[in-house]
C-alpha cells in the first residue's frame, strides 16, 4: 500500500488553464505538506497543514489554493497557470509533533505548463 | 529563519568507496532534527538518516552514517562501500522541534561510478 500518493503523476496543460492535484495518506499523520521543486532540484514548501488547519504559508501566489477536507486529504488548485509554475510538486505528511518522525513523501507530479 | 546550506553541487565516487556530503545549518534554537533524504532518478524521496539534536551519538543506519557537529552546526553524511544504487541527489533538512515546517538544503548530486 502507498502511504502517500498524488495523482496524477503528470500533468501537461495550456497557460490560463485551472488545474487540481489530489494527495491522500494513510499513515493516520496529522500534517501534510506541499512543496514545490523546481528545475534545479530545490525543495520549497509551499504550504503545512495540521489537522485541517493551515499552519504555513510560504510566500506563495494566491493561484494556488490548498483544500483540506480531512487530515487524510490535501489537495492543490492552481488557477490561471502559467510558464513558471512548471515544477514537480511533493506531497508529503508527518506525524505533526515537530520532527519526530520524518515526512513521507508521495511520489510527486511533474506540472508541464505550455 | 533557519537555512541549511549544501555547498557541493555534486560529487562523485568510486563503486566500494567512501564519500561525505557535507551540510551546515543555522539557526538559534537547541532542540531539533536534522535529516539526510535521497531521491534517486526514479523521484521519490527517501529518508536515509536522521539524527536528534539532543542525542550525542552519531545516527548510523547500515553503511550510512553522519558526523554532527552541533557546535559547529555541521551534518554530513558518509556513505561507505558506495553502490551503484547510491546514485542519486541527496537533501539535508532541518525542522525545528514543536514545528512542522521542513527546510530543504540545495541538494548534492552524488554518482557512483562502476
Known amino acids: 500500500d502507498t502511504a502517500v500518493s498524488q495523482t496524477p503523476k503528470y500533468l501537461v496543460t495550456q497557460m490560463g488553464n485551472d488545474k487540481s492535484i489530489k494527495c491522500e495518506q494513510n499513515l493516520g499523520h496529522d500534517t501534510m505538506y506541499w512543496y514545490k521543486q523546481d528545475s534545479k532540484k530545490f525543495l520549497k514548501i509551499m504550504f503545512s497543514y495540521n489537522n485541517k488547519e493551515l499552519i504555513i504559508n510560504e510566500t506563495v501566489p494566491n493561484r494556488f489554493s490548498p483544500k483540506s477536507p480531512d487530515k487524510a486529504h490535501l489537495n492543490l488548485h492552481i488557477n490561471s497557470l502559467e510558464l513558471g509554475d512548471s515544477a514537480v510538486y511533493f506531497c508529503?505528511?508527518?506525524?505533526?509533533?515537530?520532527?519526530?518522525?520524518?515526512?513521507?513523501f508521495g511520489q510527486g507530479t511533474r506540472l508541464t505548463v505550455v | 529563519a533557519q537555512t541549511v546550506t549544501q555547498s557541493q553541487p555534486e560529487m562523485s565516487v568510486q563503486e566500494a568507496e567512501t564519500v561525505t556530503l557535507s551540510c551546515t545549518y543555522d539557526t538559534s534554537e537547541s532542540n531539533y532534527y536534522l535529516f539526510w533524504y535521497k531521491q534517486p532518478p526514479s523521484r521519490q524521496m527517501i529518508l536515509v538518516i536522521r539524527q536528534e539534536a539532543y542525542k550525542q551519538q552519531n545516527a548510523t543506519e547500515n553503511r550510512f552514517s553522519v558526523n554532527f557537529q552541533k557546535a559547529a552546526k555541521s551534518f554530513s553524511l558518509k556513505i561507505s562501500d558506495s553502490q551503484l544504487g547510491d546514485t542519486a541527489m541527496y537533501f539535508c533538512?532541518?525542522?525545528?522541534?514543536?514545528?512542522?515546517?521542513?527546510?530543504f538544503g540545495a541538494g548534492t548530486r552524488l554518482t557512483v561510478k562502476p
Open positions: 533538512a532541518f525542522m525545528k522541534n514543536g514545528d512542522n515546517d521542513m527546510r
Open positions: 508529503a505528511s508527518s506525524q505533526g509533533d515537530g520532527g519526530n518522525t520524518e515526512a513521507f
